[in-house]
């Protein structure tokens, strides 16, 4: 079974970058559907971004335009671009992945259907 580890996070002023990352053990990688979740210190998790076996990618309408999800098959990583963030973005970021069907990974995302989760990195925006 696949394992996730996160890195990338920190601290950052309002208006800053970020970039995660997820790398992934396992050699069949490129067959997962990944994802990445949130949860902050009130509310629920909730999905920020996922990306299918095909590269086709889904974002939470909250970060459309700010973030972008992407992968690096040879690299066994996932890689999350966070531009223009704001102190809402704080969070808790977890990596997400499961072999699905790429018909599969929207409804999975939307669900938060996935098998194997990472341990998270922690983002503070202020």
């Known amino acids: 079974q696949v394992q996730l580890v996160e890195s990338g996070g920190g601290s950052v002023q309002a208006g800053g970058s970020l970039r995660l990352s997820c790398v992934a053990s396992?050699?069949?990688?490129?067959?997962?559907?990944m994802a990445w979740f949130r949860q902050g210190p009130v509310g629920e998790r909730e999905g920020v971004a996922a990306i299918d076996s095909d590269g086709s990618t889904t974002y939470a309408e909250s970060v459309k335009g700010r973030f972008t999800i992407s992968r690096d098959n040879t690299k066994n990583t996932l890689y999350l671009q966070m531009d223009g963030l704001t102190p809402e973005d704080t969070a808790m970021y977890y990596c997400?992945?499961?072999?699905?069907?790429?018909?599969?990974?929207?409804?999975?995302?939307?669900?938060?259907?996935?098998?194997?989760w990472g341990q998270g990195t922690q983002v503070t925006v202020s």
């Open positions: 997400a992945a499961d072999v699905l069907l790429t018909t599969e990974c929207d409804r999975n995302f939307l669900q938060q259907g996935f098998g194997t």
């Open positions: 396992g050699n069949t990688y490129s067959a997962y559907c």
